[in-house]
Nanobody, 114 residues
Framework: QVQLVESGGGLVQPGGSLRLSCSVS????????MAWYRQAPGKQREHVAT???????TYADSVKGRFTISRDNAKNTMYLQMNDLKTEDTAVYYC????????WGEGTLVNVSS
């Protein structure tokens, strides 16, 4: 069974930066696109960014220009570099395989607050 483990969240002030990591067990990581999602309090989970096997990214309009998604296929790990964070980025961040959804991990909380 595939396991998704997110890490790197924390409390940060507006304008700050964080780098999230997603560790994936199994060979599925090297075959599929990977994506980051987030769920803010009281809201539905939403897509944040996707990266292809060859590291080609796509972003939601709300994070374009501020977030950078990447992956290291040798380490079965995906990253999300988040810069210029805003209070509206506060959410639990999850990773998953958009074309072959797996059981969700616990996520990692990003809290942007002054």
């Amino acid at each position: 069974q595939v396991q998704l483990v997110e890490s790197g969240g924390g409390l940060v002030q507006p304008g700050g930066s964080l780098r999230l990591s997603c560790s994936v067990s199994g060979s599925i990581f090297r075959i599929y696109r990977m994506a980051w999602y987030r769920q803010a309090p009281g809201k539905q989970r939403e897509h944040v960014a996707t990266v292809s096997v060859s590291n080609s990214p796509t972003y939601a309009d709300s994070v374009k220009g501020r977030f950078t998604i990447s992956r290291d296929n040798a380490k079965n790990t995906m990253y999300l570099q988040m810069n210029d964070l805003k209070t509206e980025d506060t959410a639990v961040y999850y990773c998953n395989v958009p074309n072959n959804l797996q059981p969700w991990g616990e996520g990692t909380l990003v809290n942007v607050s002054s």
